[in-house]
């Protein structure tokens, strides 16, 4: 069988070795075939101090309204060649199934972005709107140069998509049972407890920040900070590390860190849980610092015309009835949301970021299907 052109893409992009954020050689390919299809190219390089460079690719074809854009990245998290069974840059099929990293997380979403339009295009030249492409390369990493800011460049030069398809793996098992309206909120904190060293067999001239450490974390971890709500699961702490790095062993330390993770629902903001955290850490007495890095609030696009027309499509091509979710880790349509109506469709997320991340032949013909059938619905 003559590999489709999904698959020929999806192999092509994956031969890149385009580890975050260094993405040029991929963004490349997605570029050439973009114009191919009569897209109109706009290769944009944001830089900020503090961070690396990052290039984006805007591509759009047609005018006017309405707007549909597909937002990915071509970037992808390391792969060590020695724990695969296969070199995870080869873009190698094997019993049906394409093998390799970014093979779900993204890659081959982008070239189903890509197969689609063109036999979108083929069959409608004349179609009234326009389709866009944002493709970036920091996703995996700091997500500060990238699709936030294709959308800050957007707004300057005052295109408004209408609305936005972003494709990340959603589903959970198979193809078609899962698209995500939303994203969960995200943090990660770390906090620093200072404490007054001195020699442990006379504690009482010390105040030990280890004991303190542990009486603040045990105040937050696993502590349940809501029920969910009806499209997203309770909130959770992970208290992640404890470092203290004391090597002696009559020795009480002066510091001691610990960090934690914090996934949150529309029922909390960062600054809500801030607070919370802070109330907590202040019971045990201690003097500390803390530190927090943000990833995003959560967010919640309401079920609506645009969703129900993903549903649609979507069962009409796999049969099956795809549940609205808003699990997993954040994405770049936490920046998207605030511009436009938002919706997340894309493979089976089960191997992303592991060894020997893998995607069926069938499910990328499926997904240009699903694809093709939503521009066709979009612009009908
Ligand atoms: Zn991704």
Same mark, same amino acid.
Not at 132 to 152: C, F, H, N, P, V
């Given at each position: 069988?003559?590999?489709?052109?999904?698959?020929?893409?999806?192999?092509?992009?994956?031969?890149?070795?385009?580890?975050?954020?260094?993405?040029?050689?991929?963004?490349?390919?997605?570029?050439?075939?973009?114009?191919?299809?009569?897209?109109?190219? @706009?290769?944009?390089?944001?830089?900020?101090?503090?961070?690396?460079?990052? !290039?984006?690719?805007?591509?759009?074809?047609?005018?006017?309204?309405?707007?549909? !854009?597909?937002?990915?990245?071509?970037?992808?998290?390391?792969?060590? =060649?020695?724990?695969?069974?296969?070199?995870?840059?080869?873009?190698?099929?094997?019993? #049906?199934?394409?093998?390799?990293?970014?093979?779900?997380?993204?890659?081959?979403?982008?070239?189903?972005?890509?197969?689609?339009?063109?036999?979108?295009?083929?069959?409608?030249?004349?179609?009234?709107?326009?389709?866009?492409?944002?493709?970036? !390369?920091?996703?995996?990493?700091?997500?500060?140069?990238?699709?936030?800011?294709?959308?800050?460049?957007?707004? =300057? =030069?005052?295109?408004?998509?209408?609305?936005?398809?972003?494709?990340?793996?959603?589903?959970?098992?198979?193809?078609?049972?899962?698209?995500?309206?939303?994203?969960?909120?995200?943090?990660?904190?770390?906090?620093?407890?200072?404490?007054?060293?001195?020699?442990?067999?006379?504690?009482?001239?010390?105040? #030990?920040?280890?004991?303190?450490?542990?009486?603040?974390?045990? #105040?937050?971890?696993?502590?349940?900070?809501? =029920?969910?709500?009806?499209?997203?699961?309770?909130?959770?702490?992970?208290?992640?590390?404890?470092?203290?790095?004391?090597?002696?062993?009559?020795?009480?330390?002066?510091?001691?860190?610990?960090?934690? #993770?914090?996934?949150?629902?529309?029922?909390?903001?960062?600054?809500?849980?801030?607070?919370?955290?802070?109330?907590?850490?202040?019971?045990?007495?201690?003097?500390?610092?803390?530190?927090?890095?943000?990833?995003?609030?959560?967010?919640?696009?309401?079920?609506?015309?645009?969703?129900?027309?993903?549903?649609?499509?979507?069962?009409?091509?796999? @049969?099956?009835?795809?549940?609205?979710?808003?699990?997993?880790?954040?994405?770049?349509?936490?920046?998207?949301?605030?511009?436009?109506?938002?919706?997340?469709?894309?493979?089976?997320?089960?191997?992303?970021?592991?060894?020997?991340?893998?995607? !069926?032949?069938?499910?990328?013909?499926?997904?240009?299907?699903?694809?093709?059938?939503?521009? @066709?619905?979009?612009?009908?």
């Amino acid at each position: 069988m003559k590999n489709s052109n999904e698959i020929k893409i999806a192999q092509k992009l994956i031969r890149c070795k385009s580890i975050a954020p260094n993405a040029d050689s991929a963004l490349k390919v997605v570029e050439k075939e973009c114009k191919a299809l009569g897209f109109k190219c @706009k290769k944009l390089r944001f830089s900020e101090k503090g961070y690396d460079s990052i !290039s984006n690719l805007y591509a759009e074809i047609g005018s006017g309204k309405p707007h549909f !854009s597909f937002a990915g990245h071509v970037d992808v998290v390391p792969a060590e =060649k020695k724990e695969w069974a296969i070199d995870p840059f080869a873009g190698k099929i094997k019993n #049906n199934f394409l093998i390799g990293r970014g093979a779900v997380d993204m890659k081959s979403a982008i070239a189903c972005f890509l197969s689609s339009a063109k036999s979108f295009l083929n069959e409608n030249n004349n179609f009234k709107g326009k389709i866009s492409m944002m493709i970036t !390369s920091d996703e995996e990493t700091y997500a500060w140069l990238g699709t936030r800011k294709i959308l800050q460049w957007l707004k =300057k =030069k005052n295109i408004k998509i209408d609305n936005c398809l972003v494709g990340e793996p959603t589903n959970l098992k198979v193809l078609g049972d899962q698209i995500k309206i939303g994203r969960r909120g995200g943090f990660n904190c770390m906090v620093e407890v200072q404490g007054k060293e001195g020699h442990s067999a006379w504690p009482n001239r010390t105040i #030990n920040p280890v004991s303190g450490l542990m009486k603040m974390l045990t #105040n937050i971890d696993k502590k349940v900070l809501d =029920k969910g709500t009806k499209h997203f699961q309770p909130s959770i702490i992970s208290v992640t590390s404890i470092d203290v790095g004391n090597e002696a062993l009559n020795v009480i330390p002066a510091k001691a860190r610990g960090s934690f #993770n914090i996934r949150f629902n529309t029922n909390h903001t960062i600054k809500s849980l801030t607070k919370w955290i802070k109330k907590e850490f202040n019971k045990v007495g201690l003097k500390y610092k803390l530190e927090t890095y943000v990833s995003g609030n959560a967010f919640l696009t309401k079920p609506g015309k645009f969703s129900e027309l993903i549903k649609k499509c979507i069962k009409k091509i796999t @049969k099956r009835n795809p549940k609205y979710a808003t699990d997993g880790g954040t994405s770049d349509a936490r920046f998207i949301k605030d511009y436009t109506n938002v919706v997340e469709f894309g493979l089976v997320g089960k191997t992303m970021h592991t060894n020997n991340e893998k995607v !069926s032949l069938k499910d990328l013909k499926n997904l240009t299907k699903i694809y093709k059938l939503i521009l @066709k619905e979009y612009f009908k």
